[in-house]
């Protein structure tokens, strides 16, 4: 899977005419991703699997005036994707408009914007329901992993209806249930010598940081609720599925390895 996507990365980043992309995993592995210029520019499809890839433009490889004119764009350019993928393309032109405006030579955005030209408006479905294809094999962890889903998809449900007044106990509720597993996953690990703890860890801790900023504007009125709710998906529901299919499942094989030994 590695080597797939890494292959796919070298040639898109021709193809969008940019410096360097890096997958989610590589941004959360990151101890401290703010003194970057990071944006969202992408979701892929790695041969041979059906889940979708987020994946980032690094910009600080730009030229200093392109690079710092992304940085002021960055959240607008990100609403317009969010809106790109959600099927509204007349919203995402007019945001990608504002962009070009001010950074001309935005290769992404400029792509983006014929895209919307060809695009066809209409809803998108955003929520990730279980399947059995995401479960670990450890009935503790898929349980857990269940109510994450079941949370993050009341949440993006909440945000695209516009129920602002339940906003606040589904940020909490959610919040929760990510303390919740983390904290018993990274008992789980300790109590069988896991040898990946304080990586996996890690990546924990990051997506704690990556969710405790997207709640404290979730619930701001003056925020737009396409990019809240995409957020939301990708950075949650994306990140849990792809966290269960790789690192949950290197615990599985270790705890199979153990019981085998006895």
Known sequence: DAVNLAARLERITREWD????VSAPT?????????????????????????TQSIYEVCDADPAPLRHAKRQTRRLFETALACYHLGYPDDAADMLRRCLEAAPDDRPARIYFARCQQAAAGPVDLLRPWCDDYSTQVEAVDADHRKLLGATN????????????SLAQDIQTLGRALDDHFEAEEKLMADASFPFLIEHAREHRRLRQSYQQF???AADDSQDFRHQAFVCQRD??????????????RIAAHLDRRNTAV
């Open 27 to 51: 941004l959360l592995s990151l101890n401290d991703p703010a003194p970057f210029v990071i944006r969202f520019i992408d979701r892929l499809q790695v041969r041979g699997k059906q889940e």
């Open 236 to 249: 949650v529901a994306d990140w849990l599925i792809d966290h269960a299919l790789k690192s949950d499942r």
């Open 18 to 21: 940019v410096p360097l992309l």
């Open 154 to 165: 009341t949440l993006v449900e909440a945000l695209l209806a516009g129920r602002r007044q």
């Open 215 to 217: 709640a404290a504007t």
